[in-house]
């Protein structure tokens, strides 16, 4: 049986393309990124609902936030990942990762179970097959992609999940979380345009399907066991938040929508929260020296 909830709308302001939420524990708080305006954003969850409390502009666009322990900030820039302290807001720039003359940017990233932040990119020119999924130090796992998106590991994580949304297949493969070793990688299963991913606490796969308007949640085989449905068709990531980790957060985008896309769907680019009958894993804190 496949459980059917819909998405309600969770903040008022809008954005161009949100994407990559994070539930941070410690301060109760929620940060997702706006990817082209290069917009950090970070806020309360009250309820079903998201009260935007702050926001941190970059020069370039922003593929993904993750939090230190001690609510440091690292940034996926264009190019570099970039740390910002707490306190100061200072910004230090850690590793470039992208040449500068590549028509690549920083998309989507995730960190693993020891606290080591691994990231995509995606082309912005017409190449195919050559996007990067890497460590934090700069090691290429992958080479080979096409756009490299959602990343989630197995409850216990010996298992990393990924995605590459143009072909539409969900990688699977085997993972040391104390080395960051990765084993050969397989074909999990393909969606149309599978974009945002996040796991819960029975290991099952919530992934945010790009048009459809919907985030469908899936056996780490591929089986459909539930389907959220959001009423912007251009879903982009997920995250379980709230102190219970019983809020499933989505993030939906405005970009490559017509005017009337827009005027049929006018809560595109804002959040979303549904409740859906489970709790997810906690994301763990970015750890600069795993």
Known sequence: MTHRFTAQPATEDVYFLGEGPVWDPLRQRLLWVDIVP??????????????????????????????????????????????????????????????????????DGAVDPAGRFLVGSLAQDDRKGQEILFRPDGTVIDDDLHLSNGLAWSPDGTRLYS???IPGTVWVRDYDPATGGTGPRSSAFTLSNPDGMCTDADGNL??????SGRVECRTPSGDLLAVVEVDAPHTSSVAFAGP???????????????????AEHPHSGRLFTARVRTTGTATPYWNPHP
Do not use: K, M, Y
């Open 38 to 107: 290069g917009v950090v954003h970070e806020g309360r969850l009250d309820g079903g609902a998201v009260t935007p409390t702050g926001s941190l502009s970059f020069d370039t666009t922003v593929g993904a936030v993750a939090v230190a322990e001690s609510g440091d900030l690292l940034v996926a820039e264009r190019h570099t990942l970039t740390r910002v302290d707490a306190t100061t807001r200072a910004r230090t720039p850690l590793i470039r990762l992208l040449d500068e003359q590549r028509q690549s940017r920083l998309n």
């Open 163 to 165: 995605i590459d949304t």
């Open 206 to 211: 919530w992934i945010a399907l790009w048009g």
């Open 244 to 262: 219970a980790l019983d809020t499933l957060v989505v993030t939906t985008a405005r970009q490559d929508l017509s005017p009337a896309n827009l």
